[in-house]
């Protein structure tokens, strides 16, 4: 009998605290009308002061549990994807076991930046197929208050924090996960292009380096923005391709919500109408690793997702790294 890997539920948690365009007018020189145009987000949620990753990631994974009408000692595996973990070590994955009283799984963390979640899809998928395991919970979280440099107008108004969870089961019905791409470029691995500079091995984070705000996350949008707007529909071809699926048959779009311009040109290049592409990157902004799954939850819970549709995930970022799952839910 064939195996195939299905999401079985679904959750999705972010934090209560809104912060708005207007807020942000307040902190550095920028205004609502230029948010919207350029990004089309109105606001974004803001993580508690005392609140990590893992406290976001287990309220998602909690709904997850749930709604999979498992116990959470049938968890056998737990990845976390994030760039934003509670600490370097132990991983954010460790916390969301405590957290959840999953006993029985092994846990770890994945860092692939924005295409983490479907970084771990994939992973699941292959070691569900392979019969390895039977559940896996895998988490995209990320807390990005803390990394974003509040007085560079570049980059503190794209950012927002929350977590997404699905629970990935074992199943004989040729339904879940029906094709996954994962892919990668380390020539982008340009700490100016994405990323933080400070603070891992290569630099640690002196005082010259908090000065200097090297500790926050450096972008060049522009860059980004065109790679982006090149690599998802790349990667979304390959996951129908796979698939032998055509684009007219997708139900739903969820791009990686980094940006409304960017997911409308993915979604014109890739021949999606408008109706079918999800949105949501208004409420929350760019949530890392965690955009996808949000969206994903959102859409099942407000009936965009339905049982037996096709629906197609796409998402890139630092790194390079970008990934496509074809699913039918
Ligand atoms: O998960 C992946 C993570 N990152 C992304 O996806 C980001 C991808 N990139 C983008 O979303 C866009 O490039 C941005 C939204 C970051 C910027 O939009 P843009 O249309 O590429 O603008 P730009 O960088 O070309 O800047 C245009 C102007 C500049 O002023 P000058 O040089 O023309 O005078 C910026 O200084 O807009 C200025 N600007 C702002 N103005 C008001 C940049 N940020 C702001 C701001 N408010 N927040």
């Given amino acids: ?95 969301v076991q405590k957290g959840i009283g999953a006993k029985n799984a092994a846990a770890m963390d994945i860092s692939a930046a924005c295409a983490g979640f479907l970084y771990g899809l994939d992973l699941a998928n292959g070691l ?38 699905a629970i990935v089961q074992a199943t004989e019905e040729p339904k879940g996960i029906l094709a996954s791409y994962i892919g990668s470029d380390g020539d982008y691995a340009d700490i100016d292009l994405l990323g933080i500079p400070a603070g891992g091995s290569r630099m640690p984070v002196t005082s010259e380096a908090i000065d200097q705000k090297l500790d926050k996350i450096q972008m060049n949008g522009r860059e980004v923005f065109k790679l982006g707007v090149r690599l998802m529909p790349e990667a979304a071809q390959r996951a129908l391709s796979k698939a032998n699926v055509s684009v007219e048959e997708i139900d739903l779009l969820i791009p990686h919500q980094a940006n409304l ?33 949000i969206a994903l939850d959102e859409a099942i819970q407000d009936g965009r997702a339905k049982p037996g549709d096709l629906i197609l995930l796409v998402t890139f970022g630092a790194g390079l790294t970008w990934g496509s799952t074809l699913l039918r839910l």
């Fill in 128 to 165: 569900i197929v392979s019969g390895q395991y039977d559940t896996i919970l895998v988490v995209g979280g990320e807390v990005f208050n803390n990394i974003v440099d509040w007085n560079d107008r570049n980059t503190c108004v794209l950012f927002g924090d929350g977590a997404g969870a």
């Fill in 261 to 293: 311009r960017i997911i409308e040109a993915v979604g014109d290049r890739l021949g999606v109408p408008r109706e079918k592409v999800y949105i949501n990157v208004d409420k929350y902004g760019n949530t890392s690793a965690a955009t996808v799954i």
């Fill in 1 to 95: 009998m064939a195996r195939y890997a299905a999401i079985t539920g679904t959750g999705s948690y972010l934090p209560e605290t809104v912060l708005t365009n207007f807020d942000l007018e307040k902190m550095v020189d920028t205004s609502d009308e230029w948010i919207r145009q350029r990004t089309g987000i109105a606001e974004r949620r803001i993580a508690e002061d005392d609140t990590a990753t893992s406290d976001l990631s287990v309220q998602a994974a909690r709904l997850a549990i749930k709604r999979a009408q498992i116990d959470p000692l049938e968890i056998e595996m737990i990845l976390v994807a994030t760039v934003t973990p509670d600490t370097f070590f132990p991983s954010t994955a460790c916390y």
